[in-house]
């Protein structure tokens, strides 16, 4: 699953306590610019929590301008990864949020 919110990239950072309590309780932070390796090559996920009430990973990809549709698809390669390499058989799939400073109508219409 992925959830597009439109959110500044800094506002967010400052405030993340914030931000993780109005989205729910459990989270643990994993890490940030989590580096992932695939065939060789390195890939980093901007934020990483796990929910213990939900049984999951929360991946969180800040962006700076509007959301576009590789952003998408990356995030999906992230889902993927975690979810054939990370997650346990007794834990749900992840999830993903991307977090955008700037509103794309056409996309964000999408979901």
């Not at 997650?87 to 109508?105: R, T, V, Y």
């Amino acid at each position: 699953m992925i959830i597009p919110i439109l959110v500044g990239q800094h506002p967010i950072i400052g405030q993340l306590q914030y931000f993780l309590l109005k989205i729910g309780k459990g989270f643990s932070f994993v890490g940030r610019q989590k580096r992932i390796t695939i065939a060789n090559r390195h890939y980093y996920i901007d934020l990483v929590f796990y929910n213990r009430l939900l049984r999951c990973f929360v991946l969180i990809d800040l962006k700076t301008g509007e959301l576009d549709h590789s952003d998408i698809g990356q995030m999906n390669f992230y889902l993927n990864y975690f979810k054939e390499n990370e997650k346990h058989e007794d834990e749900n799939e992840p999830i993903g949020l991307i977090l955008c400073a700037k509103k794309d109508d056409i996309l964000q219409s999408m979901f």
